[in-house]
């Protein structure tokens, strides 16, 4: 299992040896460095490897903290812990190109929004009588056949819309610029310019999306 963090930057385009155009999403990373690893057999009682990224100036960090002098710290589960060692670096070059991944962020936040726009709902009529009730979501209790006349756990409503954990996978590396720390993954990622997001390598088919 290999993984990074990175920022997302833009969106662009990028053709293959075939001439086929896609579009990828571009990415920013330092190295990230393994900050710590634990195992089965120590104190924490499972293997893991927590890496750091972003580095952090240590004027704002707790002295206790100087050693972790990072603006972001991740665990990642995994088997092979054996693999990595305190101080070890990870960068864009960890993935090949073709390689599958899945992508980890946190989605735009879009405020309080109506359920029109929060779950597609068609809304009414857009007919005679309709003065306020075009983009209204409807009745929401019902007879004793629905819930027993009261409002079902879990009905959509309005509210607040994005800033949610998203996953996607069946995503892949288009680009690798090592130098430029750059990594250009397919499709679109969640979140807003400049977020963190996560890159993991996952065979098509074993992540989600959600």
Avoid: W
């Amino acid at each position: 299992m290999k993984f990074i963090l990175a920022r997302k930057d833009r969106m662009t385009q990028i053709f293959d040896e075939k001439g086929v155009v896609h579009a990828g999403t571009v990415l920013k990373a330092d190295p990230s460095v393994v900050t710590q690893v634990k195992t089965v057999d120590g104190k924490d009682g499972y293997a893991a490897v927590q890496i750091g990224f972003d580095k952090q100036t240590e004027k704002r960090l707790a002295k206790a903290q100087h050693s972790k002098a990072f603006k972001v710290l991740k665990e990642f589960r995994i088997d092979n812990v054996a693999d990595y060692t305190v101080g070890g670096e990870a960068g864009v070059d960890t993935f090949a190109v073709g390689e599958a991944v899945r992508v980890s962020g946190t989605s735009k936040g879009r405020g309080f929004a109506g359920v029109v726009k929060r779950y597609n709902f068609k809304g009414g009529r857009r007919s005679h009588g309709q003065k306020h009730s075009e983009r209204e979501r409807g009745s929401s209790g019902g007879g004793p056949g629905r819930a027993g006349g009261r409002v079902a756990l879990g009905m959509r409503m309005a509210g607040r819309m994005g800033s949610e954990r998203v996953t996607v996978d069946g995503l892949k590396v288009l680009h690798v610029d090592a130098k430029a720390g750059e990594i250009i993954i397919s499709g679109a990622i969640p979140g807003a310019r400049g977020s963190l997001v996560e890159v993991v390598s996952a065979p098509l088919g074993q992540g989600k999306k959600k």
